[in-house]
Nanobody
Framework: QVQLVESGGGSVQAGGSLRLSCVAS????????MGWFRQAAGKEREGVAA???????YYADSVKGRFTVSNDKAKNTLFLQMNNLKPEDAAMYYC????????????????????WGQGTQVTVSS
């Protein structure tokens, strides 16, 4: 059974940084996607970044240049380094896994992912 556990959320002021972690277990596929998503109150879940098992990474335009994804495969951990945070970045952040690759234009679509963590809250004050 695939399990995902996020951590690292918190409350920061605008311009601050946070590093989220997602520890994954229970899957053995060679080809997979791991993604970061976020959902603010009253809004739809949106893709933030996706990491493909071959090392390629994709970012939403809204976070390019500010967020960085890294993957420690030895520890089955995906990280999301978030710098220069803005109030509009405040949301519940989720880690997700898709087994296998879909088309690249779907990497940041929630429907492409099968397994989800419980989320970690990020609050950004202005």
């Amino acid at each position: 059974q695939v399990q995902l556990v996020e951590s690292g959320g918190g409350s920061v002021q605008a311009g601050g940084s946070l590093r989220l972690s997602c520890v994954a277990s229970g899957y053995r596929e060679n080809g997979y996607l791991m993604g970061w998503f976020r959902q603010a109150a009253g809004k739809e879940r949106e893709g933030v970044a996706a990491s493909r098992s071959d090392g390629r990474i994709y970012y939403a335009d809204s976070v390019k240049g500010r967020f960085t994804v890294s993957n420690d495969k030895a520890k089955n951990t995906l990280f999301l380094q978030m710098n220069n945070l803005k109030p509009e970045d405040a949301a519940m952040y989720y880690c997700a896994v898709a087994i296998g690759w879909t088309a690249p234009d779907r990497y940041l679509a929630a429907y492409s992912y099968k397994y989800w963590g419980q989320g970690t809250q990020v609050t950004v004050s202005s």
